[in-house]
């Protein structure tokens, strides 16, 4: 019995940022890929090819910004609930929310923390004995100055502490730590910056303090100032970057600082928003001033991932994963980019090469399969037909690839 497995794969998008790779035979060996080679009538004569020939792959999706304890409700009473939820009843909205991210091919997140940790401690306590098929990367509480933004998400460093030494409290059970520099957007006035909240030097200690810990730093910052001092700082990645700038991306393209624009929830807020109300418009041009950000980060080669901030006003986990996608290439992004954002970059940014990233030999067999070519992508993703995890089917039932083994021969040669 051969130890090998072999799939057919109609287009394989590998998340390198190269081009579409037409009728492409995949080896696996259990959880690896071995081989990804084009395809030949030869490699049929064995019944046991299992047939994506009709389907596009691509590797796992990654979402690098979530929070997993909180849900994307309108509903302002159940939000308020959800901010003062137990830790149980976090847990169920976590589990839930792990599943819808499953669903849509999402099997890597990372969280940018809840006010009492409990994406964290969910890590700590219910995953660690029953993993699940999504890698969890968690922040844990974030870090905001007091009495400014952020305590939805986190804390404040004590009076007598310094940024770098809450950063050090209790950083070992982190995987990522999480800074807070400036306010939200402001709805009312178009391109209203607010102050940073840590003065340079204060940034420049807690990476330094974060980075001798071995965890990188996501720091939430909007406008010119708080974007600028958290790059110079040595953060390894800017959350929203609304209104940073060009300097500001022309110094994240030079030192390969990651930029996630969680653009998406401004589409969202223009949405949920009353239509022609006065904070409706301005989320319009919020957004595309965003995506006229992207458009240039694009151009000046700051490296870009995908974070859709699930868990904010009308952003939903799993769900909003494609649309924050489909925002990129409204920005100018190809498929091919596009998909590298989603997948190889996030892994690398996340730290789970190991569970998923590009597809190539020696990398893990994590894969989404959607139904159709290239250009039907973007509106499969909204309900993949198959997610595999390191060679295990994860979603799309027990039979998703098991039954498609018939059949590859006569399909192989229609084309
Ligand atoms: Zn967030």
């Not at 060996?29 to 299992?50: N, T, W, Y």
């Not at 996501?218 to 609304?242: Q, T, W």
């Amino acid at each position: 019995m051969d130890q090998f497995r072999h799939i057919l794969v109609g287009w394989l998008l590998d998340g390198s940022g190269g081009p579409v790779r037409r009728r492409v035979l995949m080896k696996l060996s259990k959880a690896m890929v071995i081989s990804l080679a084009e395809a030949r009538l030869g490699d049929f004569k064995e019944s046991c090819v299992e047939d994506l020939g009709s389907f596009t792959v691509l590797p796992g999706l990654v979402d690098a910004h979530v929070h997993l304890a909180l849900s994307g409700t309108e509903d302002g009473g159940e939000r308020e609930a959800q901010r003062k939820a137990s830790f149980e009843s976090s847990s169920t909205r976590i589990r839930d929310h792990l599943r819808e991210h499953i669903r849509h091919g999402v099997v890597a997140v990372r969280d940018g923390g809840d006010k009492d940790g409990h994406a964290l401690l969910y890590k700590h306590r219910v995953l660690a004995k029953n993993p699940s098929p999504v890698a969890v990367q968690a922040a844990g509480q974030g870090w905001h100055a007091s009495g400014r933004y952020g305590n939805l998400i986190g804390a404040s460093p004590q009076p007598e502490e310094t940024l770098a030494q809450a950063v050090s409290r209790r950083g070992a059970e982190k995987d990522f730590v999480k800074i807070v520099n400036s306010g939200l957007n402001s709805l009312t006035c178009f391109g209203a910056e607010t102050a940073p909240q840590f003065a340079l030097e204060e940034l420049v200690e807690a990476v330094k303090k974060a980075h001798g810990l071995g965890k990188k730093v996501m720091v939430h910052a909007n406008g010119r100032i708080p974007v600028g001092s958290a790059v110079e700082a040595g953060c390894d990645s800017i959350e929203h970057g609304f209104f940073m700038g060009r300097e500001n991306l022309d110094k994240m393209a030079e030192r390969q600082t990651v930029w996630i624009p969680t653009v998406f929830t401004m589409a969202a807020y223009a949405e949920k928003l009353a239509g022609g109300s006065r904070e409706s418009e301005v989320a319009k041009r919020n957004l595309d001033h965003q995506l006229n950000q992207i458009r240039l980060a694009r151009s000046l080669g700051v490296p870009v991932g995908v974070g859709t901030d699930s868990g904010s006003l009308g952003v939903h986990h799993g769900r909003a994963f494609c649309k924050e996608l489909q925002l990129l290439m409204t920005a100018g992004f190809t498929l091919e980019e596009a998909v590298q954002s989603a997948t190889a970059r996030g892994a690398v940014l996340l730290g789970v090469e190991d569970h998923t990233g590009m597809l190539a030999p020696g990398r893990p067999a994590t894969f989404v399969a959607v139904r159709g070519g290239p250009e039907r992508l973007m509106e499969g993703l909204k309900a993949p037909q198959g997610v595999v995890v390191k060679g295990e089917v994860v979603d799309g039932g027990k039979d998703f690839l098991s039954q498609r083994r018939r059949g590859s021969k006569e399909e192989f040669r229609q084309n």
